[in-house]
């Protein structure tokens, strides 16, 4: 399991750890609005990576923002020098999301890696496993699998208007802008490119709290050889040990049902354990 802090500060990550007995894979922090035109001023993120790395011992992971940017005085940092600083601050690993489906699109475009994508300047520094690729998506239904030139798949419940079919649409800044690349062709170039792992975030199944989307993780966790972590929808212990029977994930992350303590970290390993999935209790 992967403990997500979209938002929050260092007592209280380090607080849910030592008395709820989180026993988690890594703890990751989104930082989804401050800072986007000049990253290496997020000051308050920064302090909370320091402090964090020196009181919470799990692998960190940090994103937004990072890129290729220039300042408003007009002096140019490389994604790898925003790395740097995270890196220096305590992260273990970069979420790389909107410049990675820009670097996917050009790639799928060309067909030439020109090694200057962030995703590509960060692997090759630091190594891939280091970089996770953060995919926010949302569902295109369709009436029939051919529709689109995207990969689709044949839903397990019909769409509102019952369609059979659906195709899973990547977005950037947030998930406020549609891209024209679909999340199967995205994950196979972005394994390509360099990414260590990828981190699916269905945003039609975002605080619905009725399952993550299995379609879904499903196709993405099938088509590539890196680990996938599922996202988006859990509501209680039986979407965990769903995921991880019907797909090929390698983790499950969940935020706000434990931020709200709606459901405890100790009953989601129970029970993961009473249906024979192996986890440390």
Same mark, same amino acid.
């Given at each position: 399991m ?10 209280s990550?380090?607080n ?22 000049f &990253? ?12 964090t790395?020196e009181?919470?011992?799990? &692998?960190?992971?940090?994103g ?11 002096r ?26 820009y670097?996917a ?27 996770v ?15 689109v030139?995207?990969k ?20 950037v ?6 891209? &024209? ?15 260590g ?5 269905c945003?039609?199944c ?19 050889s ?17 995921v ?19 459901? &405890?970290?100790q ?8 249906e ?5 209790i």
């Amino acid at each position: 399991m992967l403990l997500d802090y979209g938002a929050g500060n260092v007592r209280s990550v380090r607080n849910a750890i030592r008395h709820l007995g989180f026993d988690i894979k890594d703890v990751s922090f989104l930082n989804i609005t401050g800072f986007r035109d000049f &990253p290496l001023g997020d000051l308050p993120m920064l302090q909370v990576l320091r402090y964090t790395s020196e009181n919470v011992f799990v &692998p960190l992971i940090v994103g937004g923002g990072i890129r290729d940017f220039t300042d408003a005085n007009g002096r140019h940092y490389t994604s790898l020098e925003v790395a740097l600083e995270y890196f220096r601050s305590g992260a273990d690993k970069i979420s790389i999301g909107s410049d990675a489906v820009y670097a996917a699109e050009e790639y799928l475009r060309t067909g030439v890696k020109t090694g200057k994508s962030s995703l590509e300047q960060i692997s090759r520094v630091y190594g891939n496993q280091a970089v996770v690729v953060s995919i926010d998506l949302r569902r295109v239904y369709l009436k029939n699998s051919d529709d689109v030139e995207f990969k689709a798949v044949r839903l397990t419940n019909p769409g509102p208007n019952g369609e059979e079919y659906a195709w899973y649409q990547c977005t950037v800044n947030g998930g406020r802008e549609g891209r &024209p690349i679909g999340a199967y062709e995205l994950a196979k170039a972005v394994e390509e490119l360099g990414a260590g792992e990828i981190l699916l975030n269905c945003i039609d199944c975002d605080g619905q709290g009725k399952g993550f989307d299995i379609d879904l993780i499903k196709l993405i966790s099938d088509a590539v050889s890196i680990p996938v972590i599922a996202s988006s929808g859990a509501g209680g212990v039986e979407h965990f040990s769903e995921v991880f029977a019907k797909t090929n994930a390698s983790a499950a992350l969940a935020a706000g049902i434990f931020h709200r303590k709606e459901v &405890p970290v100790q009953s989601v390993k129970e029970h993961l354990s009473k249906e024979g999935i192996e986890v440390r209790i």
